[in-house]
């Protein structure tokens, strides 16, 4: 029996070409927002306003050229996917879109590792969106490339908590010091779940304001309280809308109350108008992380608080910063 | 309350940058066949030429590079969309492409506006194709970008138009003096609606060839008299195709038919043969918007008068002059 | 009658531009294994190797900057499809993805040969996969661009056998000399069928493993027959495993067996595990065109001679390669 002999090479064909090896995400996963502490959050941001500057002045430009992104999606987001492909492409790299999963062969029984080791033998960098929870965790077990969350199920989407926060930090200047209210369904939105977690490395006050059947599930608030961070629940905006600088809109979906009547009595007092707003303060801002079906209606989205649209913009940039830090090249 | 200071900016962040802002069309949408005089269309037609000298010589150029095109088609149409996407490309830019609107979250209850408003933010240029009319204009009053009407129902679909009176143009070096037949299903075919429109721009006659349920829309007719351009109808092509200098077929669908009988009756007066284009002038075009299912048979294809092929790539050159328009490069 | 005064051109706009004319593959449609030969399937596999080279050191490079590849998809296939994608802008270039061909006009009715001269208009190369036998030829009759067989019903999958005949020559050196083990369902897979008739261009001894009712066809061992190759069919896996250079498995899929429990007798008798691998050589590879469905255990992919994710790499410079080959810039 003859002596084995390797082949010429086990690893990725794609040795890392003039990359910056020593930078905070190089070569990383982003799968959560407990990998972030208040140093790393502020490299990401300055970063994304690099990205904010560059783009203001001249529109796209090469950093990541010949990098290719698999953006692989399990499930429909026009939202998430639109925006990650314009951040490869105003980067000046390439997108493999992989939307028609349910179609497909992948789906037909491939677990989720091979379709991962299979992508990247093609692409550089994979951002998945799974509707199961941990889908995130286990595609980067096997994936020797980095595997950016793009939102898994119930489970994590860290870059939209990341674009919350660095929408605030560019819109008002810092972060310490605010009142953040969260208005809507507190339940079920891992968005502000998530973004409740980031905000407690900063020194900030949280208000809750939901219905009482979509109240922050226990587990969180206890989390929250755990790191110090003072918190306070309401059924109406009213008490805490002057004191606001940030208004974090979510959507009370009807398909959550068992009892329709119940539905009918509360779901306008989460409306936003411009008769709501009248009671805010001059300068504050108010967010939603889209869509919107009516939680803010449309009258308001002239009021320059109104910074939702401004939000996906700040997504654009928060998504090149990622897409740069993980391939050494931020 | 503090004084309200505003966020650093309200606007796009992406200002122009060695843009044409003086040019015709620089930050304009292209919604309806309305908007071109004789003036303006010379201009996309010149530019649309240079496009073919231009691919012809060197197949693509960096003339839009950096720029990103969202290409948002919420019904399918391969051929409108890969048009724009190649003439995007072909530029040196590159497409966010949105196919699957129908089992996307963007499907699920969120507005138009606010859907263009998010993908503004991530693009420079919207195409827009969807199944209402009116669509695109309601798109436009939105966007800060510029949004290209790529057909939206019974409504507009200016670029077919403007590609069909390009191809005329480069076919047979002018517009002027011209015989256009058009034949087939003149009631709901909206290209040859547009079309009959932009001709009348020119010193042209129109011929209307269509079975008696399918005639051009009275509103139509009175239309175009009223711009004094002489029409006339008939229901056989023999007594016009020997002066036509422009045989533009459409399909004649079953569909239409209330009785089958009357459908059988007429259908095979409306198909091209080879037989056919023996009457026809020797320099003339034959041109179809395709996709064809029978009406022109495939033995024509090698006639050197069958042009609907070159159409195809004249709508290529078409696009690619809008994009660079309406993105100040022209 | 005015004299006819043809157009400016009839043919392609696209004049090849620096492109080396006498390439052995320029301007070839790539429709099976049967046009190749030693001598240019060894040119491929050159190129292949520069690829693999090139894109080890920097990943991508511009060697088809500005062109256009048309991958359209009839049936859904994330791994080719995506593997051709990767390989176009990898070599710099760009990509018109169709994947919506089943809600799209073009499937309404409009003929292969239009698709194709349609697409052919804004692309340079067309990547064609197609549920029907002989699709590809189809289109390269009417195409006057390259078409490449992305797989046609059971007919051909001609690349997926260059890649697998490619990864042969880099894991183990060279291709004569070797014994060749296929495993699995012989009687349906287009991959072993396709690969085995490219083998016999070497000096290899094949050995076909299957249940009984999913034998190697006999026309196929009638044909390597013809060729000289020594082959040899068994059941089981353990006689000839030690002897074994490469070992090519492919599913055994229940739905084949008209009687179910005949599928769970054999079912394991065909599943690779460590302990398979203990009795294989030290110096041997195993191959899987993906996706798998159980027949390698997740085990197994830990072991260095396991390369079918190695393969996949493969595949995206035999692709490359080929891409280069046809647009005369290999």
Chains 1, 2, 3 share one sequence.
Not at 19 to 32: E, N
Not at 117 to 136: C, K, M, N, W
Not at 218 to 227: D, G, K, M, V
Not at 283 to 293: A, E, N, S, T
């Amino acid at each position: 029996m003859a002596t084995y002999v390797p082949p010429v090479r086990q690893n990725s064909p794609y040795l890392p070409f003039g990359d910056k090896q020593d930078a905070p995400f190089y070569g990383k996963d982003i799968l959560s927002v407990k990998q972030f502490n208040r140093e790393n959050l502020e490299y990401i941001f300055d970063v994304a306003h690099e990205m904010e500057v560059m783009v203001c002045r001249v529109g796209s430009f090469d950093l990541l050229k010949g990098k290719i992104l698999a953006n692989l999606f399990y499930e429909p987001s026009t939202r998430t996917s639109s925006s990650f492909t314009a951040a490869m492409e105003r980067l000046g790299g390439s997108v493999i879109p992989i939307n028609e999963v349910r179609y497909s062969s992948v789906s037909k029984g491939e677990s989720l590792p091979d379709t991962v080791r299979t992508l990247e033998s093609y692409a550089d960098v994979i951002v998945l969106r799974h509707p199961e929870t941990g889908s995130a965790a286990l595609a980067a077990k096997y994936a020797r490339k980095p595997v950016i969350n793009a939102g898994d199920g119930i489970g994590e989407h860290p870059t939209q908590a990341l674009l919350d926060l660095f929408t605030i930090r560019e819109e008002l200047g810092q972060v310490d010091g605010l009142t953040v209210t969260m208005l809507g369904d507190l339940k079920y939105g891992r968005t502000v779940h998530s973004l409740a977690r980031l905000l407690t490395l900063y020194d900030v006050r949280l208000n809750y304001v939901s219905p009482d059947i979509l109240r922050m599930p226990p587990e969180i608030i206890a989390e929250i309280a755990a790191t110090g961070t003072p918190q306070a629940e309401y059924t109406g905006l009213e008490a805490v809308l002057p004191e606001t600088d940030v208004l974090y809109v979510t959507r009370v979906q009807k398909e959550r109350f068992s009892d329709p009547q119940e539905y009918e009595q509360v779901k306008d007092a989460y409306v936003i108008t411009p008769e709501t707003m009248r009671m805010a303060k001059e300068r504050m801002i108010l967010m939603h992380p889209l869509p919107r079906v009516g939680e803010i209606s449309m009258e308001v989205d002239d009021d320059p608080r109104a910074a939702y649209f401004r939000q996906m913009e700040y997504g654009l940039y928060t998504r090149m910063a990622l897409l740069a830090a993980v391939l050494g090249k931020a």
